[in-house]
């Protein structure tokens, strides 16, 4: 965080040929509220110090004993018989006279975000609305595991009133699953609810993931000053109370315009534009570094569903890559076996067979191949690295498993056996799924496996004149882009109206009605 910080300020300096001091103010004012460490980081950056010995030099980075010393950049050019780097490291403090730092753990140090990293803390651990009133998984508050992540609450003081139930008396008096859909039709005294709904197999769409379902997304232009002003970090603190995901323009559950690039397609506008009786029903039960063993137990306290009360549902299994993606040095060590694989995708199963109402499905995404990564990308530079063209995708992965906080040691390294390796356990992985749904049975759903669309996405951009790096997240260089996520919605749909068409449920003959009766039916 320190190494970013410090290259951004002095890039910005660089670009607007002002002083150290005035580009931090320039970065303060951009930022929603005063972050008061940058303001100490300015008295040692200079053109003769890079990020990298500024941040050791404020004690923010450090090199553990017996560990290598860990750069993003190159080591600062010295003259002829210059000790280099490591001296630079070691007098930087004493040069600028700089006090320790090493209280400074993380952001929720800072007063200002103490009150809201609790609140973060507390819907990661639970995958909970923090602001639900009625108790039931459902919440008017858009971030927090709020309506960005499942349908909005129409009635946050009623437990009986959600998305995705099957309504009250035909909502003859008020909407109970919150679809927008309630009264009597003065014309014949039918409720609009059964005129409109019964019979028309609506059902919700529900998503277990890992990042890549959250939608991780650093927005480029917060770390590249030619792009930077105070507009930029307009979504700060909405990204921040959502964990940096944006579950409303993603691959699954997205409902909202993008406003992050490329366009929004899901499962769930689809299922929606199919049958506007599923408006509102979705979950997006995702999770950053979310892996297979963890599954059942986030289902057990975070999946909204009433088996008996509540309208079927598709759930789509994708955890694409956590099981063979981990920081560590022995890598290969710390995937998930093939055993393990079958042993905890069967608890979940298990799982949801016992909460999803019966006529439900379930489809399970193979693993991704992320050779993609380092062959599309490790040349490039990475949005930091562009004004100065001096910090590639592939100087990053290296900085970023130097410091163990690699999302993938064994994709995102220049060592080709390594990402070879890799990859054949990911497809190992994808082979246990493949298997579950060949032989295993459920009382309340039927189960299918797609291999993730990688390839089908690749071909699809570059037949629309696309780039194969666009697909890639930029700042992280690891998960799929906006563009990427709307692309395999098209796939995944395209699959499942050709081999599985029972899954997607009959088109609505009622649906022009409904909207022209209900317009956008109280919106998301």
Same mark, same amino acid.
């Given at each position: 965080? %320190? ?18 001091? +005035? ?8 930022i929603p509220g005063k972050y ?18 500024? %941040? ?16 993003? =950049? ?12 490591f001296y630079a490291l070691a ?40 602001? !639900? #009133? !009625? ?24 437990? *009986? ?19 927008? &859909? ?7 005294? &039918? ?47 909405? @990204? #921040? ?17 993008? *406003? ?7 499962? =769930? ?27 059942? +137990? ?25 099981? $063979? ?43 991704? /191949? ?10 490039? =530079? ?14 990053? =992965? ?27 356990? +990911?497809?190992?992985?994808?082979? $246990?799924?493949?298997? &579950? ?13 797609? /291999? ?25 260089? #690891? ?5 990427? @996520? ?5 796939? *995944? ?18 649906? !022009?009605?409904?909207?022209?009766? #209900? ?6």
């Amino acid at each position: 965080g %320190c190494v970013l910080v410090v290259s951004v300020i002095e890039q910005l300096a660089q670009w607007h040929n002002s002083t150290v001091k +005035a580009a931090t103010e320039r970065l303060c004012n951009y930022i929603p509220g005063k972050y008061q460490i940058i303001h100490h980081m300015l008295i040692c950056i200079d053109r003769e110090m890079n990020a990298d010995v500024v %941040c050791h030099s404020l004690k923010l980075c450090k090199q553990d004993p017996g560990q290598p010393l860990c750069h993003l =950049y190159p080591p600062p050019k010295v003259r002829k018989h210059s000790p280099g780097l490591f001296y630079a490291l070691a007098h930087a403090g004493q040069k600028r006279q700089i006090k320790s730092f090493m209280g400074f753990s993380s952001v929720c140090a800072f007063p200002l975000l103490a009150n809201l990293c609790e609140k973060i803390k507390y819907v990661i651990r639970n995958k909970l609305p923090f602001e !639900d #009133f !009625d108790g039931d998984k459902f919440s008017t508050f858009p971030t927090l595991r709020g309506y960005h992540w499942r349908g909005r609450d129409c009635n946050d003081k009623n437990t *009986t009133v959600y998305p995705g139930r099957r309504p009250d008396n035909w909502d003859v008096k008020s909407d109970s699953n919150c679809n927008g &859909i309630w009264g009597v039709d003065p014309k014949d005294g &039918i409720p609009y609810e059964e005129k409109f709904c019964k019979g028309a197999d609506s059902q919700g769409v529900v998503l277990l993931g890992d990042s890549a379902g959250a939608h991780f997304h650093i927005p480029p232009e917060w770390m590249t000053v030619t792009q930077m002003s105070a507009k930029s970090f307009a979504n700060l603190p909405m @990204a #921040f109370t959502d964990e940096l995901d944006w579950p409303q323009f993603s691959e699954i559950t997205g409902f909202l315009n993008s *406003t992050i690039g490329g366009w929004t397609d899901s499962l =769930y506008l689809r299922l929606r534009r199919r049958n506007r009786c599923n408006h509102r029903d979705l979950q997006n039960i995702s999770q950053n570094g979310m892996l297979s063993f963890f599954t059942a +137990a986030y289902l057990s306290f975070s999946l909204a569903r009433n088996q008996l009360l509540d309208n079927p549902a598709i759930v789509i299994y994708a955890t694409i890559g956590n099981d $063979v993606c981990n920081g560590n040095r022995d890598t290969l060590a710390h995937m998930t076996t093939p055993k393990e694989m079958l042993s905890n995708v069967v608890q979940a199963l298990r799982y949801l067979d016992s909460r999803l109402p019966n006529g439900s499905h379930v489809i399970l995404t193979g693993l991704v /191949d992320g050779r993609f990564l380092w062959d599309n990308l490790h040349d490039r =530079y990475h949005p930091l690295g562009q004004l100065n063209r001096d910090i590639t995708y592939s100087q990053l =992965y290296s900085f970023l498993d130097c410091l163990q906080v690699s999302p993938c040691s064994g994709w995102l390294t220049p060592n080709e056996t390594l990402r070879n390796l890799t990859s054949e356990r +990911a497809l190992q992985l994808s082979n $246990v799924l493949k298997e &579950i749904a060949r032989s295993e049975k459920f009382a309340n759903f039927d189960i299918f496996y797609m /291999d993730f669309p990688l390839r089908q996405t690749a071909e699809e951009w570059h037949k629309m004149g696309g780039e194969p790096w666009q697909l890639i997240e930029p700042v992280d260089g #690891f998960h799929p882009s906006q563009i990427a @996520a709307a692309l395999g919605t098209s796939i *995944t749909w395209q699959k499942a109206l050709h081999e599985w068409p029972q899954v997607l449920g009959k088109e609505n003959p009622f649906n !022009d009605q409904i909207e022209a009766v #209900f317009k956008d039916q109280g919106g998301h």
